[in-house]
C-alpha cells in the first residue's frame, strides 16, 4: 500500500475543513489524523450532513403532533393514519450531482429517498420531485431537462413506484445549479417501524445489498460547497444507481425485518459507510468497530480512504440479532444480493477501523455524530420589496390574448412531456395522475382511505420576501392537498439556498425558516422530515431561496374526493375568498410586463385555515367534487385550468375592479368551487355560517372560457396554447427568451 499522504493546509482545505475546525479535530483526537481520518471528518463534518449553519434554526420549527410519530431526526418522519397503519415520507435535494450528471445525478436522488423510507420499514408507495432549472435559452437548459427527467423516470419507473405529481420551474438563477427535490412516501405498520439507533455490546454489524466502488467517493463534500471552474473535475463523487437491486434489496429488507433480526438499521447515503456507521452508534451510545477486508468490494485496490467515503448506491448497514445471522444471511443470498458481517457494536465509544490487520482510523464517535461544528451564522433582515399597486400598470387591451400567453409560458405551461415519461399507476392505486392539485393514491388493502401528497414552493416570492415565501409554501401545499378532500396531515422540507456565509442569503434562510414555522403552526401542519441543501452558488450566483414544502394527506373515504376537473355541465362556480388584487411578483407582471418585482402576497394564516376547512367540508359532504386552488397567474389561469381538465367551458364574471388584478392577482387563500345547482343554497348558507367569502362566478356550458367583460376564448385555443410549449422546447422547435434575471 502506498504511504500516507502528508495532511498540509491545502489537503484540509481541499476536504472542505476551516483551519479553525481542524484545529478543533486536532484538539479532539490529541494528534494529527489519518488521510482516513481526515476523510471522516471531512464527511461528518461538512454542511451537508452535518447541518452545522441550519440546525440552530431547524430547532425553531414546529414538528409535534397528534399523528405524529417520528419527527426529524431519522432516515424519515412517520405519521399514524390510523387502524394501526402510519405513512412514511421525506424529501432530499440530489442538486449539485443533477448539475454535474444529470441522468445519474437525478436517478441516484429518487434512489436514495425509496431508501430512506424502506430502512424504516415501509414500502414506497409514491414518489413526487420538484425540479428548477435556468432559463429555456440557456445553452445547458434543455439537456439538463432531458438528462434529470429520464433519470427520475428511469428509476422510479424500474425499481416499481408511482410518480403522482411535482414541480418543474425555470428561471436564470438556475442557470449555473439546477435543483432536483426528491420525495417519497410509504405505508408501515405502526408496530413494526424501525430505527437507527443501535443497541447492545458486541453485536454483528452487518453490511446489506450492492458492492462497494469508487463511485460517489467526496459526493457530500461537493455537495457543501460553491461550484466555479472546477466543474468537470467533481463528475466522479456522481453516484451510479442501478434501480433493480434497489428493487431486490426492498424485498430482502421488507423479508428480513419480519423476522425479528433486525436491531437497528441505517441506509448508506451521503458519505457511505462513515456516515452510516457513525449516526448508528452515536444515537445508541456505543461504540462501532469496522474490518474494511469484510466488505464487498466491486474494484481492485480501493484504500481505506475510498471505502469509507464511496457513495456506491443500493447499499445499508444494519445491527444484527447474533441468533438470526443465518435466517437472515438466507434472505439476502437468495435476492442476489451482499450479506457480511463487517464489525461489531463496542461500548468504548469508539470509532475505530480496521484494514489489513491496522488500525486506520480511531476516533470519538459522539463527537463525530453529535457535535459537528454549529454555527450562528451572521445575517441581515432582508429589504422589503415595494408594493406594484394595480393603478400603476396599464390595462390590457386584450386578455385573452395574454391569457394565452400566460398558459403557453414555461411555468405555467403543461408538464404532460415530464409526466407522461414516468409511469404514474404502477402498483395499481393512483386515483389522481398528475397535473391537478394534488396526487392521490389509494391505501391498499383498506376498504376506504386514500393518501394525497403535494409540494410547492414560489421561489419568486421567497426572494422578494422570504417570511411570506415561506408561510405561502405552506399554506400553498396545505391548500393542494385540502383541493382534493384531504385533511393535511404532516409535512418534509427542501432547504435550498446559497451560501451561507454571506449575511444576506443567511437571511433569506432565517426569514424563511420563521414564515413556514408560523403557517406550520397556524395550519397544524408540523415538518417531520427534511433535509437542508446550501451553497447552491456557481462563481457567487446563489439560486432564488427555494423553500420546497412537500405535504401528505389523509382522505378518509375515498369516494369523497375532488378534482380540477370534475366540474359537470350546469354546474355554479363559486370563489372562495377575495377578488384578485395583488400583482407583486406574480406570473403576469413578469409574462406581459416583462417586469419581476413588486411584495409578495400577503398570506393571512388564519383566512387560509378558515377557507381551507369551509372547503374540505364541502368536498367531504359531496357538495363539491370538482375544485381548484388558485396560484400562479391567479383566477383566470385557474378557471382555464379547470376548463382543459373537464373539456367544459364556462362562462363567468368577476367582480369591480382593475382587469389585470381580477385576473391575474395572486392573492391567497382561494378556490373555485364546481357546486350543482340543487346545492348552491346549501353551500351559500354555510359559507355565511362559516364567515366565509363566497361569490358566484357563473355557471359551466359550452366550450368557451368566457370570463365578461374580459376574455372569451375557445377551451380548444386554450388547450393548444397550454400543451404546446414543453414539447415545442424540448424538441429545439422553440426557445423562449430568458425572463429577466
Not at 450531482?97 to 429518487?110: H, K, L, M, N
Not at 429520464?150 to 445549479?177: I, K, M, W
Not at 435476492?335 to 458481517?341: E, I, K, Q, R
Not at 422530515?529 to 382522505?555: C, D, M
Amino acid at each position: 500500500m502506498s504511504a500516507e499522504p502528508k495532511i498540509t493546509p491545502d489537503l484540509v482545505a481541499s476536504h472542505g475543513l476551516k483551519p479553525d475546525e481542524y484545529e478543533r479535530v486536532l484538539s479532539l483526537i490529541g494528534r494529527e489524523p489519518t488521510i482516513t481520518e481526515l476523510g471522516i471528518f471531512s464527511a461528518m463534518w461538512n454542511e451537508h450532513c452535518s447541518y452545522k449553519s441550519s440546525k440552530r434554526w431547524l430547532r425553531t420549527l414546529p414538528t409535534k403532533g397528534a399523528r405524529v410519530i417520528q419527527g426529524p431526526g431519522e432516515n424519515a418522519g412517520v405519521v399514524d393514519i390510523g387502524d394501526g397503519l402510519c405513512v412514511v415520507f421525506k424529501m432530499e435535494s440530489h442538486n449539485h450531482p443533477s448539475y454535474i450528471e444529470p441522468y445519474q445525478g437525478a436517478a441516484t436522488g429518487v434512489g436514495g429517498i425509496l431508501r430512506d423510507v424502506f430502512t424504516m420499514g415501509a414500502r414506497p408507495i409514491a414518489a413526487m420531485n420538484a425540479l428548477r432549472f435556468g432559463a429555456p435559452d440557456h445553452p445547458k437548459t434543455r439537456h439538463l431537462v432531458a438528462g434529470v427527467v429520464a433519470g427520475v423516470g428511469g428509476y422510479g419507473n424500474s425499481f416499481g413506484v408511482p410518480t403522482v405529481g411535482g414541480e418543474v420551474n425555470f428561471h436564470p438563477r438556475y442557470n449555473g445549479n439546477c435543483l432536483v427535490n426528491a420525495f417519497a412516501a410509504g405505508l408501515a405498520r405502526t408496530d413494526a417501524i424501525f430505527y437507527s439507533e443501535a443497541k447492545g455490546v458486541g453485536l454483528p454489524v452487518v453490511y446489506l445489498g450492492a458492492k462497494t466502488g469508487r463511485d460517489g467517493v467526496g459526493g457530500a463534500t461537493m455537495a457543501s460547497a460553491e461550484f466555479d471552474e472546477t466543474i468537470e473535475e467533481k463528475r466522479p463523487t456522481v453516484q451510479v444507481g442501478d434501480p433493480f437491486t434497489e428493487k431486490c434489496l426492498l424485498e430482502a429488507c421488507l423479508e428480513l425485518m419480519k423476522t425479528g433480526a433486525v436491531i437497528a438499521i441505517q441506509d448508506m447515503g451521503a458519505a457511505g459507510l462513515t456516515c452510516s456507521a457513525v449516526e448508528m452508534g452515536a444515537k445508541g451510545g456505543l461504540g462501532i468497530e469496522l474490518d474494511l477486508d469484510k466488505v464487498p468490494v466491486r474494484e481492485a485496490r480501493m484504500t481505506p480512504y475510498e471505502m469509507m467515503l464511496s457513495e456506491s448506491q443500493e447499499r445499508m448497514l444494519m445491527v444484527l440479532e447474533p441468533s438470526r445471522q443465518d435466517v437472515a444471511e438466507a434472505i439476502f443470498v437468495k435476492w442476489g444480493l451482499d450479506f457480511a458481517v463487517v464489525g461489531r457494536t463496542t461500548d468504548d465509544l469508539r470509532f475505530r477501523i480496521l484494514f489489513e490487520g491496522r488500525e486506520v482510523a480511531n476516533l470519538p464517535i459522539k463527537e463525530l455524530g453529535d457535535e459537528a461544528p454549529e454555527y450562528d451564522r451572521p445575517w441581515v433582515e432582508p429589504k422589503p420589496a415595494a408594493v406594484v399597486h394595480p393603478a400603476d400598470l396599464d390595462e390590457q387591451s386584450d386578455y385573452g390574448a395574454a391569457l394565452l400567453t400566460i398558459l403557453g409560458s414555461p411555468d405555467i405551461s403543461s408538464r404532460r412531456w415530464v409526466f407522461e415519461q414516468y409511469d404514474t399507476l404502477i402498483q395499481g392505486n393512483s386515483l389522481q395522475r398528475p397535473g391537478g392539485d394534488a396526487g392521490v393514491v389509494r391505501v391498499d388493502g383498506h376498504p376506504t382511505k386514500a393518501l394525497a401528497f403535494s409540494s410547492d414552493v414560489t421561489p419568486r416570492y421567497c426572494e422578494a420576501d422570504p417570511f411570506e415565501g415561506g408561510a405561502q409554501a405552506v399554506a400553498e401545499c396545505w391548500r393542494n392537498l385540502t383541493a382534493v378532500g384531504a385533511e393535511p396531515l404532516a409535512a418534509t422540507d427542501n432547504l435550498n439556498f446559497g451560501n451561507p456565509e454571506k449575511p444576506e442569503i443567511m437571511g433569506h434562510f432565517v426569514k424563511a425558516i420563521e414564515g413556514i414555522g408560523a403557517a406550520c403552526t397556524a395550519l397544524g401542519f408540523p415538518i417531520v422530515s427534511g433535509n437542508v441543501s446550501l451553497y447552491n452558488e456557481t462563481h457567487g450566483k446563489a439560486i432564488l431561496p427555494t423553500p420546497t414544502i412537500g405535504g401528505v394527506g389523509l382522505i378518509e373515504d375515498r369516494t369523497r374526493m375532488a378534482t380540477i376537473g370534475g366540474m359537470k355541465e350546469h354546474d355554479i362556480l363559486f370563489l372562495v375568498g377575495a377578488d384578485g388584487s395583488h400583482l407583486g411578483s406574480s406570473i403576469y407582471l413578469r409574462e406581459i410586463e416583462g417586469r419581476e418585482d413588486g411584495a409578495a402576497p400577503h398570506v393571512d394564516l388564519e383566512a387560509e385555515k378558515r377557507h381551507g376547512d369551509f372547503v374540505r367540508g364541502l368536498i367531504r359532504g359531496r357538495l363539491a367534487l370538482g375544485c381548484h386552488d388558485l396560484s400562479d397567474g391567479g383566477l383566470a389561469v385557474a378557471l382555464a385550468e379547470m376548463c382543459m381538465a373537464s373539456g367544459l367551458g364556462m362562462q363567468v364574471k368577476v367582480g369591480e375592479g382593475y382587469g389585470h388584478a381580477l385576473l391575474f392577482g395572486e392573492d391567497q387563500a382561494r378556490y373555485v368551487i364546481a357546486i350543482d345547482p340543487a346545492h348552491a343554497g346549501t353551500v351559500v348558507r354555510s359559507a355565511e355560517a362559516a364567515g366565509v367569502p363566497l361569490r358566484e362566478l357563473g355557471v359551466a356550458q359550452g366550450d368557451r372560457l368566457g370570463i365578461a367583460p374580459y376574455v372569451d376564448v375557445s377551451v380548444a385555443d386554450l388547450t393548444v396554447a397550454h400543451e404546446s410549449w414543453f414539447p415545442d422546447f424540448m424538441s429545439g422547435t422553440v426557445v423562449e427568451p430568458a425572463a429577466a434575471a
